[in-house]
């Protein structure tokens, strides 16, 4: 399958630079060569040149960094970061954080235990996101109404705060069902990998 490929189903495929596997765009992260010929993380995908990409697990881009496989990928030598994988993985969370944030903006988002709870008595919601640090127990009582919705508990509660334009702390809050919380998943779970948490 070439790297280009694209399956009817599940869209546009790329191979892993360190991996050879063929995955979904969204399960990857792609990279760039820049004008100085250091390798660029292109967390959104909007770069220009050509793509090198590498699946959106902490292993694998720890591999194509040690095995030099960005230079073996772009033909030519190219300067590689060795700490790479922790920019990604701080770029990454960074986009999760922004896409909370238009998400409040969006009026598709909100926080607080009570207005969590209000949200979901409503109907099914597009996503949960639960502070890492937050107490189990408020987690477990908004849970039962979550309707099996997924749950993301990735960020700290002053985290959260900053993305929902908030002081203090954040424990709760819920993205309603639509595009923004499909991406914010997409997203997430790419986070997810970076930090071996799956």
């Keep these: 399958m070439s790297a280009d490929s694209e399956d009817e189903e599940t869209g546009p495929l790329r191979r892993c630079i360190s991996t050879g596997e063929s995955l979904e765009i969204d399960r990857m992260i792609r990279f760039v060569v820049g004008p100085d010929d250091q390798v660029v993380p292109d967390i959104a995908g909007k770069l220009p040149g050509r793509g090198m990409w590498v699946s959106a697990r902490r292993r694998a881009l720890e591999n194509a960094v ?14 590689v970061d060795p700490a790479l994988p922790a920019l990604v993985e701080r770029l990454l969370e960074r986009q999760c954080l922004d896409m909370i944030g238009l998400a409040r903006r969006a009026g598709a988002a909100v926080a607080g235990f009570d207005k969590v709870e209000a949200m979901l008595r409503k ?38 705060a900053e993305a929902m334009g908030r002081d203090g702390i954040v424990v709760h809050a819920v993205i309603a069902r639509g595009k923004l919380a499909a991406r914010f998943l997409a997203a997430t779970d790419r986070l997810a990998g970076l930090r071996e948490l799956e």
């Design 123 to 160: 109907g099914p919601v597009g996503v949960m996101v639960e502070a890492a640090d937050g107490s189990a127990e408020g987690r477990g009582k908004l849970a039962k109404l979550a309707h099996g919705a997924p749950v993301v508990a990735l960020f700290s509660a002053t985290a959260l």
């Design 66 to 79: 040690a095995k030099r496989l960005f230079a073996k990928a772009a033909r030519r030598p190219v300067t």
